[in-house]
């Protein structure tokens, strides 16, 4: 069905299959929010944005989401890093992937799945990660920035 995108919702950089694919969260503001996987079909964008069928191991309801999300466009696979802010820490040491269905983007059920990051990543200071988390296809790895003053970090999806 439709819904309104809600808190702090996080595009990937470029459509997913035809369409602006994008994690937002619903519920009531200061209340836990769930995690939801919207999408637009840009080829039909009067049919506004569509929730999508989730399964698997959807990432928790949260206070204070602010995830990132980038699409893995080589191996057509999206990850969410749970970040942290302030108000509620999340989860630095696990991303969740995304998998889309065999077919039927909009109609199918995406597969999500936590997956174990090597190492945590570094905590950031502010309210969120949102474009902090980005696939960089050039090296294949998702970078991430905590803060302005430290690392980039890298990781290989699969490694």
């Not at 890093?81 to 039927?104: E, R």
Request: proline fraction near 8%; glycine fraction near 8%; charged fraction near 10%.
């Amino acid at each position: 069905g439709n819904s309104l995108s809600g808190y702090n919702p996080v595009a990937c950089q470029f459509p997913v299959n035809g369409l602006l694919l994008f994690q937002t969260w619903l519920g009531s503001y200061g209340s836990p929010v769930a995690f939801t996987l919207c999408a637009v079909d840009l080829s039909t964008t009067a049919a506004g944005v569509i929730n999508l069928n989730l399964a698997g191991d959807v990432p928790p309801k949260a206070i204070t989401p602010s995830h990132g999300f980038d699409w893995d466009t080589d191996a057509n696979v999206g990850y969410v890093f749970p970040s942290n802010c302030a108000n509620d820490p999340g989860d630095l040491s696990h991303v969740y992937k995304v998998t889309p269905p065999q077919s039927d983007y909009l109609g199918g059920t995406w597969t999500l799945s936590k997956i174990a990051l090597p190492q945590a990543l570094p905590a950031n200071n502010s309210d969120g990660i949102y474009s902090r988390w980005r696939y960089v296809r050039t090296i294949r790895k998702f970078a991430y920035v905590a803060t302005t003053v430290s690392k980039v970090v890298l990781w290989t999806p699969g490694a």
